[in-house]
């Protein structure tokens, strides 16, 4: 590791999962509980019910940005973390940061848009700070949120350590757009589009299928690093081998537009109202059937597990070929979410 | 309320409560449990055990400090906030918020502070998260953390908004020593001193009190704002009239010689190992001498509260004289906790 910190330790990709199992983990042994899940599951001594924990910190530059911002993100991003674990949101607590001299205006839409989404998520907040700092020791504003999920369907066993092999593998809609966006929207760049975040809640939208009791592996929101490192992730923690079909990814025309112009694959991209879905083959049509009904028209079946090529991500070409898709390495995008 | 935040607005002092009040709480209104206390109180529906959660983040400059740095500062800040409502934190989670350039060997003594601390609370991390921002974005590193703490002794009902008149208010130690330290440690400031910040875990100190059965109102640690905004915090809620003794406050002579230096008051600093006990009067010895021989050996009755002059803090001096204790307003010290 080098001597210092460097931006793509936070990218979400490989030098990110270096720095938790190099530094982190080796330091913290013997007191963390899981692990390598997008939320935390612990209980209470007295009490077998259990409960989904996930804490994010949001740092996302612009704060506000096309189909979203900071307080929309950050309580979409933690209960969507408890979502993947299959929990819905019952309570947030947030810590804002924020910079001497912010506007107040600029303070109550964030905060406004937080409440909104709060409400529409459905949880409360149970616990809140506020920290200012001197002008110039941070940049405008940041939020970290927590969410506790409860439980409310208890056949769900979702997890990246126990997918097996010939599983369909899902997204709930579109990738890439969220990195897309916030490129387009970052100052300087000077890209016009009305291109729109997909930044959103995601256990309305997965309810039913936890409902129709299909058999799901694992799921997981495709954020920093985009669905490159969730299918790296799932493929190592499971030892199993995963194929991509590419022209099956669904992705925006304006994304497509967007990657070309900047050398981006969208499948690095982040997102932050799609998630991937692992389950099983024969559950797969059924379950896009019913994303398809239920506020996912551009869900779609994009590959498989397999057997071979274990802990890899191979990605088929439309020409057949065949390439290894690797995590994503270096920094993209620093401040996405 | 001004056009932008201003640095008093992160004080812990009455600006700060206008902010929460003024600002979040309408915003918010209808997606808030509870409020006015150190952790939130909420349960799961299928299930009526109850458990405290609370967030706070941590923007401490300098990060080492006398007597310990951020790691220990953030664990020991939110399992101190759970036990304020009298739970035992079980789980912790924490998001890192890192400077692009910051110095791995740093980072590598915060997390094992952290973790160390973190034994020692006897709490497991659930969730964490680490972000990467660019140079110049943030100074240095933040750490949010959130404990979740559960209720082992279902007797106690602390609560700032439920104190008769007629308890004996005490503190468990020294005040004011936090903020001294972190002021004499801090660049430029060039106060040279062997004092060393009160940072520890208070469920330990205060467990004893919990088994006693000994009847409890509140407790508060009196972080930034120091004991000064306790005491009119717990005199606002409760409508009572609070009477401290000036002669009675514990303060090292350290503390009193900076505070004389820089024209500052004790009772206005900061704490992060010292907590505030509102106890009935007729258990006020009993809790002293349980707390001198476990731990606390500077712990010390400072006060009553009356029904005179309710909402406010009275402070006599050794003169006999008596004068409003108010909120501090201001800023003393930013990026004190």
Redesign the interface.
Known sequence: ???????????GGVE?QN??TE??YP????????GGED????S????T?K?A?????Y?V?PLFFNGGDIGKLCVCGSCNDVAMMGAKA??L?????????????D??RI??S??NT??QSG????????????K????KL?I?T?A?G?FLYPHLNLSAFGIPQDCAILVSGNIGTHGAVIYSNREGIGLQSDLQSDCSLLYPVLEPLFEAKLQLYALRDATRGGIASVLNEWANASKIGIEIEEEHLPILSQVRGICELLGFEAYNLANEGMCMLCVAKEDATKALEILHSQGAPNAAIIGYTTSENATKVVLKTPFNARRYLDYPSG?LL??IC
Chains 1, 2 share one sequence.
């Open positions: 590791m080098s001597d210092s910190i460097l931006l793509s330790h936070g990218s990110s720095l938790i530094l982190f330091l913290l042994e013997g007191c963390v509980m899981g939320a935390g599951i612990g209470l001594s007295q009490n019910e409960f924990l996930s804490t994010d910190g740092v530059s019952r309570y607590s947030a810590s804002f940061m924020i910079e001497e001299g912010f506007l107040i205006a303070l109550k905060v406004e937080f409440a709060l409400k949880a409360k907040l149970l616990s809140a700070d506020t920290k200012v700092l001197p110039g020791t941070l940049d940041f970290t927590t506790l409860e920094e620093p401040r």
